[in-house]
Each structure stands twice: as structure tokens, then as C-alpha cells.
Nanobody, 114 residues
Framework: VQLVESGGGLVQAGGSLRVSCAAS????????MGWYRQAPGKQRELVATITSGGSTNYADSVKGRFTISRDNAKNTVYLQMNSLKPEDTAVYYCNAETRLGGYWGQGTQVTVSS
């Protein structure tokens, strides 16, 4: 399984950004997919997950601002980020949990300027 993130960039506080994660396999068969982030000097943390059944889970810090979604036909998972804050600045990583184990993408940088 290969995961390729895209869509990161620089945005002003209060702005929006959408990051995408394209998988090489059929995400319909994956147990769950998610987005994690890691800021400089901090541990990687969960942002949002979505199961094969469509159930979602969000970190408290992003609830109401971020939305995770999936397009099974395109084997792609999205993270729509609204009302971005400087503290959202991090490298965002895509994760897939499958029957064969967990996989990670290489990450995409999101920078929010104040």
C-alpha cells in the first residue's frame, strides 16, 4: 500500500485548505484511514479518522473546523480544514489501517501564518 499526500501549503489564519491522500489500493477494504500531524518538537498526534463504515473521529482541537471524508471510487481520503490557526501548523500524515498492518504517507506541510 502506498499513500501519497498532497494539497499542503501556506495559508493565513482563518483560511481554509484541503489535503488529499491517494492510496494505491482499494480503500474500501481498509479498516480505517486517518490524518495525523506532527509539529516541530512535538509528538505525532491524531487529527481525524474515518472507518470503512464511514464513522469519523476527531481530536478535540479540530472538532467543528476540520472534516474528514473519503471517495472510495478514487481511493482518496480528504481533510478539509477551515478556520485554520497558527497552532495547526505541522506536517500532516495520512495513515491506513489494513488487515496487513498500518501504512503511512510521507507527509505534507501545512503552515498557517498569523
Amino acid at each position: 500500500v502506498q499513500l501519497v499526500e498532497s494539497g499542503g501549503g501556506l495559508v493565513q489564519a482563518g483560511g481554509s485548505l484541503r489535503v488529499s491522500c491517494a492510496a494505491s489500493g482499494s480503500i474500501f477494504s481498509f479498516n480505517a484511514m486517518g490524518w495525523y500531524r506532527q509539529a516541530p518538537g512535538k509528538q505525532r498526534e491524531l487529527v481525524a479518522t474515518i472507518t470503512s463504515g464511514g464513522s469519523t473521529n476527531y481530536a478535540d482541537s479540530v472538532k467543528g473546523r476540520f472534516t474528514i471524508s473519503r471517495d472510495n471510487a478514487k481511493n482518496t481520503v480528504y481533510l478539509q480544514m477551515n478556520s485554520l490557526k497558527p497552532e495547526d501548523t505541522a506536517v500532516y500524515y495520512c495513515n491506513a489501517e489494513t488487515r496487513l498492518g498500518g501504512y503511512w504517507g510521507q507527509g505534507t506541510q501545512v503552515t498557517v501564518s498569523s
